[in-house]
């Protein structure tokens, strides 16, 4: 493996809309294209190949291997086009890389066929909006989406925190200052407590990680700031479950009254394959807390929530899942196996029929 070799299979993954691509010894580079994962007729590699793209990869962010290296997350670019978030991992006692392809530009809502809702929920003046869903599912470009699009509206002093940094945003109205972590900051919660010296209005976290992030989130919600991050959780009940269980027995009744005070939304997202499989589009639960909502989560009746999205739909334009999977399969856009495939209900296909 050399340079060149390395950047040709990262152009063509690029050129050919490959969302991942794998490198381990023993078996070829693979890449993962419309959800399935695909065995490239390339050579097997080699411990040194896969050293030398590890290593290519962390003199392209200036760095040296930790003494005690496990796994490392990164971010490459290609000269002319191309940037990849980078997972570094040992597997066997080899080097094993996952390099996830970055599109080159940042979509809008319409485009990326995500509900035109999140125009009105990004507008909120202060608070706290999750992107929600399992790895691969679309959380960091939707979240992009969302922070360009007030980025190109509104005259925001807006900080990112990331690790890698993957997105690359160009100040439009908005000033947008973008920190990795590793490089420009050692880690998730001391830049958040550095963002609220740096007159921000709006604070974009990579990902809530551990408490620490997750209670400077909070607070810096609660301190006039909006605030976005994601959370690898299935809905919005796991994710206020998830947010609350972070914290001791003791405390969680009182997490539970701050997060029903600043949490606007949820936005959780699955992808899922249309009729001819050769494409994926976003499933999209969308929860906007209302008072009723804000009382359930207050009251720990997480179960309730999906029921009040799904009455709040015309009103709020909030959807569960199944609400928008149902539409999906009577637009005919999806197969209702593809649907129950996503879908955690066990009588999606009744309430086909009774909708």
Known sequence: MDLKTLNQILEIAFAKRVSDVHFEVDNPPFFRVHGQLLRSKLPNLKPEDTEFIAATIMEHN??????????????????????????????????????????????????????????????????????????????????????????????????????????????????????????????????????????????????????????????????????????????????????????????????????????????SLRLVEDKTGENVIPVVEVMRTTTTIQACIRDGNLDEIEGHIEKGSAQYQMQSMDQHLIQLCKNGTITMKEAKRVSSSMDLERKLNYT
């Open 62 to 267: 200036c760095r040296d291997f930790p003494e005690d290296f496990k796994e490392f997350d990164a971010s490459y670019a290609l000269q002319n086009s191309g940037r990849f978030r980078v997972s570094i991992f040992k597997q066997r006692g080899n080097i094993g890389i996952v390099m996830r392809v970055i599109p080159p530009e940042i979509g809008k809502f319409k485009d990326l066929k995500l509900p035109a809702v999140l125009a009105e929920i990004v507008k909120a003046p202060n608070g706290l909006i999750l992107v929600t869903g399992p790895t691969g599912n679309g959380k960091s470009t939707t979240l992009a989406s969302m922070i360009n699009y007030l980025n190109e509206k509104y005259a925001f002093n807006i900080i990112t925190i990331e690790d890698p940094i993957e997105f690359l945003f160009t100040s439009q109205k908005s000033c947008i200052i973008q920190r990795e972590v590793g490089i420009d900051t050692d880690d998730f919660s001391s830049a958040l407590k550095a963002s609220l010296r740096m007159d921000p209005d709006v604070i974009m976290v990579g990902e809530m990680r551990d408490l620490e992030t997750i209670d400077a989130c909070i607070k810096a919600s609660e301190t006039g700031h909006l605030v976005f991050s994601t959370l690898h959780t299935q809905n919005a009940a796991t994710t206020i479950n998830r947010l609350i269980g972070h914290f001791p027995p003791e405390a969680q009744e009182i997490m539970r009254q701050r997060l029903a005070d600043i949490l606007v939304a949820t936005v």
